[in-house]
């Protein structure tokens, strides 16, 4: 069972609403990231933090922020939603160096 | 920038026959490597991880991987697969000096039929 949590899991809403997709994870991780998949492809990395009040955008260019205020927290937000924002979003964590990451159950999130 | 190449998208095997998924990598340093697996409704979770040592690694539930450096390739392994490894399959590749990301191929979709 995943020490990582991730809601909502299922996401609808309409263009121009503003979300916040929450994580939370409870092993005291201080690396957090957030990963963009769409089906058939790889994860993307669009936001990764080194611990609190550390934020960095990864690979992927994304209209997402995120904040990392509690070491467990690290909620990603989308001002104004669009349909290109339809996707799954999975939020993980790890220690240190290149640990392995743990995963939350993702949100997939749509659009309309 | 580094790319993780997973040549199979969709693989499906009778139970008892043998499993070996492609991986292969573009980065010509030192690499750490790992296969996730995501079972149906279930989060991604880290099957097997390779970093140094023995190139033959070996996972949980009866996988194992070997990292050929001069291939670039990290292909997953299983003797006989079961009904249960009905899954998703990922590998995933990060450099040893930048550990700010993990590159994930596409994914292969198992489907093992009873």
């Known amino acids: 069972e995943a020490d990582i949590y991730q809601t909502p899991r299922y996401l609808v809403i309409g263009t121009g609403k503003k979300i916040t997709l929450e994580c939370s994870q409870t092993m005291g991780h201080d690396k957090m990231y957030w990963y963009q998949q769409d089906p058939g492809m790889e994860l993307h990395l669009i936001h990764y933090s080194y611990g609190v009040n550390s934020t960095e955008k990864g690979d992927l260019s994304s209209e997402s922020t995120v904040s990392r205020i509690r070491t467990e927290h690290f909620p990603l937000t989308l001002e104004s939603a669009r349909p290109s924002h339809t996707s799954q979003y999975l939020c993980?964590?790890?220690?240190?160096?290149?640990?392995?990451?743990?995963f939350g159950n993702g949100t997939r999130l749509t659009v309309t | 920038a580094q790319s993780v190449s997973q040549h199979n998208h969709h693989v499906i095997l009778s139970e008892a026959a043998s499993l070996e998924l492609g991986c292969n990598y573009s980065y010509g340093g030192t690499v750490n490597l790992f296969w996730y697996v995501q079972y149906p409704g279930q989060h991604l979770q880290l099957l097997l991880k390779y970093f140094s040592g023995d190139p033959l690694v070996k996972g949980i539930k009866g996988f194992e991987a070997e990292f050929i450096k001069s291939k670039f390739s990290f292909n997953l392994r299983k003797p006989s697969v079961q009904w249960s490894d009905t899954a998703e399959y990922f590998c995933a590749v990060t450099s040893w000096a930048g550990a700010n990301n993990l590159f994930f191929g596409t994914g292969t979709r198992l489907t093992v039929i009873p």
């Open positions: 993980a964590s790890s220690n240190p160096g290149n640990s392995p990451l743990h």
